[in-house]
């Protein structure tokens, strides 16, 4: 088994077994941690960084990502961001709501 995969599945499993998720920590982490300045405050994603709410991607796979990232992305290692604070940020992603639709937007339909 290659090294890169034996991390993943240790971050795979270390997630299943993290404590509930939190919201309004993730919200702060995702500050502190500068997510905003690349995917944008709510996580909408902007010119540099992917659109990460609503619905982000399961705990698991973020986790993944984020030890061993694709493109520009640096990795951040568990000693710097932890699998519990991912957990929070992930719940942040989560608890943001989908946008309205077009259609009940007065200013787009004049």
């Not at 990460?52 to 399961?58: D, M, N, R, T, Y």
Request: charged share 15%; net charge positive; with cysteine.
């Amino acid at each position: 088994m290659r090294i890169p995969y034996l991390a993943a599945a240790l971050s795979l499993a270390c997630a299943a077994q993290l404590p509930g998720q939190d919201a309004a920590n993730g919200k702060k982490l995702f500050a502190k941690y500068g997510c905003y300045e690349c995917h944008g405050s709510q996580g909408q994603g902007t010119t540099a960084g992917a659109r990460l709410a609503p619905k982000p991607i399961p705990l698991a796979a973020l986790i993944a990502y984020m030890r061993q990232p694709k493109g520009q992305m640096p990795p951040y290692t568990a000693k710097v961001v932890s699998d519990a604070e991912l957990a929070d940020i992930r719940a942040y992603l989560a608890s943001i709501p989908e946008p309205p639709p077009a259609k009940n937007i007065p200013l787009l339909n004049q």
